[in-house]
């Protein structure tokens, strides 16, 4: 069987989903790809958006198993999608989970089943850090099952040890690590520093680093190739990022290529605790979240200067840089450059210059394909920066 993950939701879960598909989304201690992947093992396949399909191209097949980009498999989920016949198509009420078909096509079908395994669904921003907990848990049964963690040295205090794995490489000295409350992951060659205080739901991801003195709160994810800092609470770095000093980060989620200057802030609660809104992009308006805590959105590619402050419920787009004085207002378009004085335009060719050096410090080269992606969200987004 061929097996094609398809973006749901995609507009909801823009800027995020503006320099990938939904499927690629962390949250928990994998993407919702490794997710389906690890469940099937089988590797997938992406149907998105014509410009994303370079770097993330459909393999289509003569039989094709379609499945939502935006839901996260649990095993009796798989089980449903894998009985599915040529022709049938499954929902969980109004939303599309699968499809069995000849062609790379989700409206293919002919008959409907129902699934009441339908359990993770990530349908708006603040899912992603909303529903990590559950995520993050789900991920670490299906990761560490069958196998053995290293062990953890005797320099920490550790509360529920049970519920901690060390992958092979990972290094953890003079830290705090409380398992009690949820599963405690650290990737491959990874490092948590002395003096780190971390509460679980946690994970840390390959070759990343906690910083001395850090203070962590679960649910929270930080994905590979990262750096952080100080305090966090609740939030999802999906990878490549640095929040390498102090500062406060809450119920938030950053993109990939991200720089969180240092003494940087978000607030994640409004003085008069009233539910935040956020910036919704296909709406091109603020939506209320119903949410009491929700901090702060960072697409890929964005930075801030030090002691930046971010106000409850900030959306900042893809490649924008953010610095000075103040507090900037609570949706930064895209290709933005400035702060709370104002903003002008982030030319491309100075975005591709940073996205280049970036790259290189990570052993990786920032191409062509990435070019084109970021030029086509650059030419999208030009009516907000007006």
């Known amino acids: 069987m061929n097996y094609i993950l398809f973006d749901d939701s995609r507009e909801n879960l823009l800027p ?25 093992k089988a590797k997938t396949s992406t149907l998105t958006e014509d410009y994303l399909s370079r770097k993330f191209p459909l393999v289509s097949a003569k039989q094709n198993l379609l499945i939502n980009g935006s839901v996260c498999p649990n095993p009796k989920l798989v089980k449903d999608i894998l009985s599915l016949k040529p022709g049938e198509a499954l929902f969980s009420d109004d939303t599309l989970v699968a499809v069995n078909s000849p062609t790379a096509d989700i409206s293919n079908y002919k008959n409907r089943k129902e ?9 708006h ?66 490092e948590v520093m002395e003096g780190s205080i971390i509460r679980g739901p946690f994970s840390l991801g390959e070759n990343s680093q906690i910083k001395m ?8 994810t930080v994905g ?5 800092g100080g305090e966090v609470n609740n939030s999802v770095i999906f990878g490549y990022s640095n929040k390498a000093h102090d500062g406060f980060l809450g119920n938030s989620v950053i993109g990939e290529w991200c720089n969180i200057g240092a003494d940087s802030n978000n607030s994640n609660l409004k ?16 939506e209320t979240t119903g949410l009491t805590f929700c901090g702060l959105i960072m697409a890929d590619h964005s930075k801030c200067g030090i002691n930046t402050m971010f106000n409850t419920g900030t959306v900042v787009g893809v490649s924008a840089n953010i610095f000075g004085a103040g507090f900037p207002r609570n949706f930064i378009a895209d290709f933005s450059w400035g702060g709370s004085g104002g903003f002008t335009t982030y030319k491309l ?30 030419e999208m987004t030009e009516k907000n920066r007006k």
């Open 125 to 190: 921003l603040w899912d992603i850090f909303q529903k990590n907990g559950k995520a993050i848990e789900g991920d670490f049964e299906i990761l560490t099952k069958g196998k053995k963690s290293q062990k953890i040295s005797k320099t920490n205090q550790v509360i529920n040890p049970k519920n901690i794995f060390l992958e092979k490489g990972a290094k953890v000295e003079c830290a705090i690590l409380n398992a009690s409350a949820g599963p405690i992951y650290i990737g491959k060659d990874a």
């Open 349 to 378: 060719n100075d975005a591709f210059g940073t996205a280049d050096r970036v790259y290189e410090r990570r052993n990786k080269k920032f191409n062509e394909v990435e070019k084109e992606i970021l030029s086509k969200v650059f």
């Open 16 to 40: 995020l989903t503006f320099t990938r598909p939904v499927c690629e989304i962390r949250v928990g201690i994998l993407t919702i790809r490794e997710k389906w992947e690890k469940y099937l």
């Open 224 to 228: 590979p190739e990262s750096k952080v």
């Open 115 to 123: 699934t009441k395994a339908f359990s993770l669904y990530i349908k």
């Open 271 to 286: 003085n008069n605790y009233a539910p935040v809104r956020l910036w919704n992009y296909h709406d091109e308006k603020f």
């Open 213 to 220: 003195g850090a203070k962590i709160y679960g649910p929270t």
